[in-house]
């Protein structure tokens, strides 16, 4: 599937900005399973210095200084990009869970696709007991890991309920634990401690959710959304699978890949500081396009 994905940030400022210094990190990834056909980022207004990089885990970064006195601050990001998950097979085929930490743990593979950096436990993912007690019931011994992991997305998918105004971008897991109330962020952050706690190698994934309007309704501008699920690495064979626990369904066709670390820290989209005494006013709007509906 191809898309066009168009991913517009404003900040307004209650006060004059001085100064602004900001790392981007807006454009897809390429990978196996995702090419980027075509991307460019825009920042009105112009930036007095750009500087293009590799972030940790392979994203490219965008870092941009604005030394002019500004109001209003706008990012926008364009990229066409084709999406070719293959088909994932039967989860009941995939390996038993143990012996995937088992290889996991001998893995040599150092790099940013390997499983070594995402199997320990981060500010924003700890170890704690109750979650990984709480992803222990779907990982019975011998269970296949990907049957495992698609039913503990199933019940955090059950078991949580969707509310903005539950957490924010820095609430503490655990928290958003307890509450059972969360966003896409708390949800991935949530899968990923249980799993790290099982010993299993949980990677954070930001990027775009392709949303379909109910029959009969056209497609609103603006309406799709960034978003985050959980990439798992299911052994040599198989690598890496996505899970979107917000939505208890496989991570494939519809999903398009910003960056992958080891929790929201690593792969902000927009991350910085600005010299102001104001507050702000942040909109944030994002088109999915399917290419046979982009004309």
Request: proline residues 9%; glycine residues 8%.
């Amino acid at each position: 599937m191809i898309y066009t994905v168009r991913h517009r940030t404003t900040y307004r400022y209650d006060e004059e900005v001085s100064f602004a210094q900001c790392v981007l990190r807006l454009t897809p990834r390429s990978t196996p399973n995702q090419t980027v056909l075509r991307s460019a980022v825009v920042v009105q207004p112009k930036p007095a210095q750009t500087q293009v990089g590799r972030g940790a885990f392979g994203e490219r970064t965008l870092r941009v200084q604005i030394d002019r006195p500004h109001e209003v601050l706008e990012i926008e990001s364009q990229a066409r990009v084709d999406v070719h998950v293959p088909p994932i097979g039967d989860p009941a085929d995939s390996e038993a869970w143990e012996d995937v930490r088992c290889s996991a743990f001998e893995d040599r593979d150092l790099g940013a696709q390997g499983p070594a950096a995402f199997l320990y436990p981060t500010p924003r993912t700890p170890n704690a007991a109750p979650i990984t007690d709480y992803a222990r019931e779907s990982f019975p011994p011998g269970r296949p890991i990907v049957e495992a992991c698609a039913e503990l997305m199933r019940r955090i998918r059950r078991d949580f309920e969707y509310d903005p105004e539950a957490t924010t971008v820095s609430t503490p897991t655990p928290e958003a634990f307890a509450r059972r109330h969360g966003v896409c962020q708390d949800f991935a952050h949530v899968m990923i401690s249980g799993l790290r706690g099982l010993g299993l190698p949980a990677a954070y994934v930001s990027g775009y959710l392709r949303t379909i309007p109910p029959p009969g309704q056209p497609r609103l501008e603006g309406a799709d959304a960034t978003h985050a699920w959980v990439e798992l690495w299911c052994g040599r064979a198989r690598g890496w699978v996505g899970f979107d626990p917000t939505n208890a369904i496989l991570a494939q066709n519809d999903h398009i890949e910003l960056g992958v670390g080891r929790d929201y820290s690593d792969v902000a989209p927009i991350d910085g500081i600005i010299l102001s005494g104001g507050d702000q006013k942040l909109t944030v709007e994002v088109d999915v396009i399917p290419e046979e509906q982009a004309a």
